[in-house]
C-alpha cells in the first residue's frame, strides 16, 4: 500500500527536495567560481610573465643596441683584436635571432635565444670598456662576489674551488689580477665542455666529428656533440662564436696587451668577471641544464 502523506508532510518533504537542490546548486555555482577564479590568477599570471618577459627582451636588446653603438661610435678602437670579436659575435647572434624570429626556429629557443643576446651585449660592453684607459678610473669597489658557486659546486668540487680562486684574484690592486682571474676561469669553462664531451665520448658517439692535427677533436664538434644530445643544434654556430670570443679574451689578458702592467680598473675587472661568470652560466644552460 502506497504511504500518505498530508498536507504539512508533503510541503515539508518538498522543502527537503528544494533545499538539496538549492544545496547542489550552490556547490555547482562554488566550484564554478572557484574554477574561473583559478583561470583568471592563471591568465593573469601568464599575462604578467608576458609583459615581464617582454621588458626584459626589450631592455636587453637596449643594452646590447647601446653597446654596440657606442663601439660604431668610437673615433680609435683600442684592443682591436677583442672588439672585432664582438663584432663576430653581435652578427651571430643575430642570425640565430633571425632564424628564430622568421620561425624557422620552435619555441623552445625561446630562453636560449635570449642567453645568446646577453652574451653579446655583455662582450660588447665589455669591449667599450677596454676602450678607457685602465687609470682614468681607480675606482676601488665592494667585494666581488659569484652567483653560481652552487651550479660549479654541484658539477665538481674542483670547478667550483678553479672559481673561487679566479674571483679572489679579482683586485685592482693585485698588479696581475686579469691574469690570475683568465687562467683559472679558462680552466672552468674548458672542464665545463670536457666533463660533458671528453674525447673518447666524442670519437664513440658522434660520426660528424672532425678530428685536429694532434688527433684529437676539434672544440667544434664537442660543442656540436653537446647541443646534439640536449636537441639544441640551432645554437652550434653562435656557441662556437662565443667560446672563441671568451678564449681570444683570455689570450688578450695573458698576453698583458692592455698597459704596461696589466693594471686595471675595478670597472674593467668587474665587466670581465660579468662576461665570463655569464658565459659560464651559458655552457651551464645548454649543457647541464
Known amino acids: 500500500m502506497a504511504k500518505k502523506f ?13 533545499n538539496k537542490q538549492r544545496s547542489a546548486v550552490n556547490r555547482y ?7 574561473n577564479r ?13 609583459r615581464q618577459h617582454n621588458a626584459r627582451v626589450k631592455a636587453n636588446r637596449q643594452r646590447l643596441n647601446s653597446a654596440i653603438g657606442r663601439l660604431n661610435s668610437q673615433t680609435s678602437i683600442h684592443y682591436s683584436a677583442t672588439t672585432t670579436s664582438s663584432y663576430r659575435l653581435y652578427q651571430s647572434y643575430q642570425e640565430l635571432d633571425n632564424r628564430f624570429e622568421s620561425g624557422y626556429l620552435n619555441d623552445r629557443y ?7 643576446e646577453r652574451e653579446a651585449a655583455n662582450s660588447a660592453e665589455l669591449s667599450n670598456s677596454l676602450q678607457v684607459p685602465a687609470e ?6 665592494p667585494a666581488i662576489t659569484s652567483s653560481i658557486s652552487n651550479e660549479l659546486k654541484g658539477i665538481s668540487e674542483d670547478l667550483d674551488n678553479r672559481w673561487k680562486g679566479a674571483i679572489f684574484s679579482l683586485n685592482p690592486q693585485n698588479p696581475d689580477a686579469a691574469r690570475h682571474f683568465c687562467t683559472s676561469s679558462r ?11 671528453s674525447d673518447e665520448e666524442v670519437k ?19 660543442i656540436e656533440y653537446l647541443l646534439h644530445r640536449n636537441q639544441r643544434d640551432a645554437l652550434a654556430d653562435f656557441t662556437e662564436a662565443d667560446i672563441e670570443d671568451i678564449m681570444l679574451l683570455f689570450r688578450d689578458f695573458n698576453n698583458g696587451t692592455h698597459g704596461s702592467a696589466g693594471k686595471y680598473s675595478y670597472d674593467q675587472l668587474l665587466k670581465l668577471k660579468n662576461r665570463v661568470e655569464d658565459s659560464i652560466k651559458y655552457l651551464y644552460q645548454i649543457a647541464y641544464h
Open 187 to 197: 680552466e672552468v669553462i674548458v672542464q665545463l665542455i670536457e666533463l660533458k664531451a
Open 38 to 50: 583559478k583561470v583568471t590568477h592563471a591568465v593573469n599570471n601568464y599575462n604578467q610573465a608576458v
Open 6 to 18: 498530508n498536507a504539512s508532510q508533503l510541503r515539508s518533504k518538498l522543502t527537503q527536495i528544494q
Open 29 to 35: 555555482n562554488q566550484k564554478v567560481r572557484e574554477y
Open 204 to 222: 664513440e658517439n658522434y660520426p660528424r666529428i672532425k678530428i685536429t692535427e694532434n688527433g684529437k677533436p676539434s672544440r667544434r664538434s664537442k
Open 110 to 116: 625561446g630562453d636560449w635565444v635570449d642567453l645568446a
Open 136 to 141: 682614468s678610473s681607480q675606482f676601488l669597489g
